[in-house]
């Protein structure tokens, strides 16, 4: 079972299988705007969505702490690109 915890003080959303960190969408912050610079998925659990369910989790907490967001990975940007929901983060 693939767990999605938010690590604030590592400023990332990290997955982990058991104690095995498995993936991570990192972002930097500056004046309450996170960029989202680096999302990755261990090839071995690639496939299952957990690239999204990272995105999703940075997004949480970016509306829990009325922080917006600028998606610069490639992998950010195109979730936002196809995710409406998250107009009301996005750094304009």
């Known amino acids: 079972m693939i767990k999605i915890i938010f690590e604030p003080a590592q400023n990332r959303a990290a997955a982990y ?15 309450n705007t996170w960029t989202i610079d680096h999302t990755f998925v261990d090839k071995n659990y690639g496939g ?4 999204a369910k990272l995105i ?6 970016a509306r829990v702490e009325k922080a917006k ?4 990975c490639s992998y950010a940007v195109k979730k936002f690109e196809t995710t409406p929901e998250y107009k009301d983060v996005l750094a304009k």
């Open 17 to 31: 299988d058991g104690d095995k960190n498995v993936g991570e969408a990192t972002y930097l912050e500056s004046d």
């Open 48 to 51: 299952q969505g957990i690239a």
């Open 56 to 61: 999703d989790e940075v997004v949480k907490n």
């Open 69 to 72: 967001i600028i998606p610069q």
